[in-house]
DNA sequence: TGTCGTTCTTATCCTAAGTCAATGGATTAA
DNA sequence: TTAATCCATTGACTTAGGATAAGAACGACA
């Protein structure tokens, strides 16, 4: 098998990406370009892999490579589902290297895998040195944020009817990656329901 | 009416909280904070002001200092609240300098309130002059995201009596503060529902 | 004091979603 | 090939919430 070739093949296209895009935001030599794009890990999970699980104090954050990844808490013994990350989709840790608050919630990978990895002190250390980079987290931080409040509102001002019809037309990918009684939880609704919505608006 | 003076006042305290509070996160001459501090400006809205409207762009970034904004939507001309802003949080610009898009929602007093307000273009000449300050940004970001992501995982995970009952338990003030049909939409229901759980919840 | 507008509650009826149970298709494992 | 498992669908029944309309409570204000 070419299989340990294909991985380094993989890789090197990730790192290259990495530093295209680190390239666009500031002027860096290509040392640093190295030193920065080398405090970033690749990982590959399985299908099914768990990233974290409830209690555990996520020290890294990640982007999705290619793959899905998708985020649940357990009620009651049943797995709520409250986000899907995709391509090009970033999973910040939920805490700062100063607080650390173990995880409420799940990563459990829906497909094969692959994520870029930051620890927290390494992106420390990459701010420290190229402080530009700190501005374009900045940003992506505020975009996510804003993002978030979107959604958010969305979720509060839509019926599950709606919610599944703005699913189909911004991120119908989903609805063949993602077993449905799945997209039924994120809806916010039981499997059955979201049967009777799908046949619903068939007839319509 | 000594109302200027006690207004000259109330300005004065706020600054020092600034100071103090960027004194917390590095060291800064009296100059420097001067500088900073200066960058902000502070405003009061009477109940009832609109601070954006549908279609604005934004391009302040406000906290509130006592008072209370409440954050809708307008649907089929129904008014969709989907957040309250109290004392201490703030309410990040939607849209960075490179980017403008109108805001699809409107900020609007509840009650009299006094904020503090950065323009975007202040913001970047903060950071620049700054540097510590852009990682103070970077942190809070970091955490509002990450109450935001709570925040939607337990709208997707309960149900609207049991979001009445979380609101009761972690900001119980708001109750008196917001008008009951104001919180219905914010929880999800109509009034007269919200009036149901409320009688359902005594009952108990 | 009485009137007006706003907010909250109650009642009725209807629909959407939850619950429980059963079925059938698809995929995987033995 | 046959089980076994997982998943989507369907049906019957219950319940929570939406829509509409009407009334009660409250406060502002002339």
Chains 1, 2 share one sequence.
Do not use: W
Not at 60 to 85: H, M, N, P
Not at 97 to 122: F, G, H, M, Q, W
Not at 162 to 191: D, F, I, M, W
């Amino acid at each position: 098998m070419a299989d340990s070739s294909d991985k380094k093949i993989a890789i090197d296209t990730i790192k290259s990406e990495m530093r295209k895009c680190f390239s666009e935001v500031g002027s860096f030599s290509d040392l640093e370009l190295d030193a920065a794009v080398n405090l970033i890990g690749i990982k590959k999970f399985q299908k099914g892999e768990l990233l974290l699980s409830e209690g555990d104090n996520a020290a890294q954050s990640y982007a999705v490579v290619t793959g899905c990844i998708r985020q649940y808490y357990l009620v009651d013994g049943e797995e709520k589902t409250t986000f899907f990350y995709t391509e090009g989709q970033s999973i910040f840790a939920p805490n700062s290297t100063s607080n650390r608050i173990p995880a409420k919630y799940y990563l459990s990978c829906v497909e094969d895998t692959t994520l870029t990895v930051i620890t927290l002190t390494n992106q420390l250390e990459m701010y420290r040195r190229f402080p530009m980079l700190e501005s374009l987290s900045r940003n992506s931080l505020q975009e996510e944020l804003h993002n978030y409040q979107e959604m958010l509102a969305n979720y509060i001002t839509t019926n599950p009817e709606e919610r599944y019809l703005n699913l189909l037309k911004h991120r119908p990918e989903l609805l063949h990656r993602v077993p449905q009684y799945q997209l039924a939880s994120y809806l916010g609704v039981t499997a059955e329901s979201l049967s009777r919505i799908r046949k619903r608006i068939f007839i319509k």
